[in-house]
Antibody, heavy 118, light 112 residues
Framework: EVQLVESGGGLVQPGASLKLSCVASGFTFSDYWMSWVRQTPGKTMEWIGDIKYDGSYTNYAPSLKNRFTISRDNAKSTLYLQMSNVRSEDTATYYC???????????WGQGASVTVSS | DVVLTQTPVSLSVTLGDQASISCRSSQSLEYSDGYTYLEWYLQKPGQSPQLLIYEVSNRFSGVPDRFIGSGSGTDFTLKISRVEPEDLGVYYCFQATHDPPTFGGGTKLELK
């Protein structure tokens, strides 16, 4: 069974950094592109970015590119999202997804909740 | 960025009815390779989103045939014939033709 489990969320102060993890199981992690998507409390969905199966290429939403970094460790079947200089508008549930092709996000984690507040 | 406008925002139906959701794009979603990368996702209450439809009209594995995606260019529709209880939730269209990929605002399908 394909499973994606995010962790690392929580309450963080504005301007701080936070790193989310997503541990994959039930499939060969190194064969797939992966993405991060977030959903605001108002239920707006936003694509954050994706990473190639070997980690050699990343693509980001322009509005987040300067503050968010996606990486992966295929040996640990783990996807990461490094968030820096967080703002209140980064408050959201963050999902990691497995991508089939275009990207066809066919598997989603349960989400990690991030709240940015002083 | 490409803006996807979904209508209606909410839709009240009786079980067994047909439901129709529209997704209009601010730009054509046909890519240079001839494919149109328009997808539909359903987020059931308390759950993560799940893939229903890819490339406008292709049902993902296990998706019942009562879900029908159609459209081209800038206008797309998801029809659900004979709505069942497990179909309730929020539907999102999503485009991956243009960078960055973007979601529609969502349509909440609920019981009348």
């Amino acid at each position: 069974e394909v499973q994606l489990v995010e962790s690392g969320g929580g309450l963080v102060q504005p301007g701080a950094s936070l790193k989310l993890s997503c541990v994959a199981s039930g499939f060969t992690f190194s064969d797939y592109w992966m993405s991060w998507v977030r959903q605001t409390p108002g239920k707006t969905m936003e694509w954050i970015g994706d990473i190639k199966y070997d980690g050699s290429y990343t693509n980001y939403a322009p509005s987040l590119k300067n503050r968010f970094t996606i990486s992966r460790d295929n040996a640990k079947s783990t996807l990461y999202l490094q968030m820096s200089n967080v703002r209140s508008e980064d408050t959201a549930t963050y999902y990691c997804t497995r991508d089939l092709r275009s990207p066809e996000m066919d598997a989603w984690g349960q989400g990690a909740s991030v709240t940015v507040s002083s | 960025d490409v803006v996807l406008t979904q209508t209606p925002v909410s839709l009240s139906v009786t079980l067994g009815d047909q439901a129709s959701i529209s997704c209009r794009s601010s730009q054509s979603l046909e890519y240079s390779d001839g494919y149109t990368y328009l997808e539909w996702y359903l987020q059931k209450p308390g759950q993560s989103p799940q893939l229903l439809i890819y490339e406008v009209s292709n049902r993902f594995s296990g998706v019942p045939d009562r879900f029908i995606g159609s459209g081209s260019g800038t206008d797309f529709t998801l029809k659900i014939s004979r709505v069942e209880p497990e179909d309730l939730g929020v539907y999102y269209c999503f485009q991956a033709t243009h960078d960055p990929p973007t979601f529609g605002g969502g349509t909440k399908l609920e019981l009348k």
